[in-house]
Nanobody, 114 residues
């Protein structure tokens, strides 16, 4: 059984930064692809960033150059460093682990507002 626990969300002013963390239980973390998704009110869930088990990354066009996804296999944790935040980044950010099936965290709220 895999459990994902996100942390690091909060309220930040435009132009600010946040770092999200997602800690995974279980033994499959290091062989799994990890991702961050977000869902804003009234919108569909969208992929923000993804990192494979060997460290290959991809990003949504809207966050390229501002967000960085990384992973620490020793800590079973994936991170999302978010810089130059914009009000449009406001959403619930949800951690995903994929190994044969999808596992999801509960999500953490990120609000970008002055």
């Amino acid at each position: 059984q895999v459990q994902l626990v996100e942390s690091g969300g909060g309220l930040v002013q435009p132009g600010g930064s946040l770092r999200l963390s997602c800690a995974a239980s279980g033994s499959i973390f290091r062989i799994s692809a990890m991702g961050w998704y977000r869902q804003a009110p009234g919108k569909q869930r969208e992929l923000v960033a993804r990192i494979t088990s060997v460290g290959i990354t991809n990003y949504a066009d809207s966050v390229k150059g501002r967000f960085t996804i990384s992973r620490d296999n020793a800590k079973n944790t994936v991170y999302l460093q978010m810089n130059s935040l914009k009000p449009d980044d406001t959403a619930v950010y949800v951690c995903n682990l994929y190994w044969r099936i999808d596992y999801w965290g509960q999500g953490t709220q990120v609000t970008v507002s002055s």
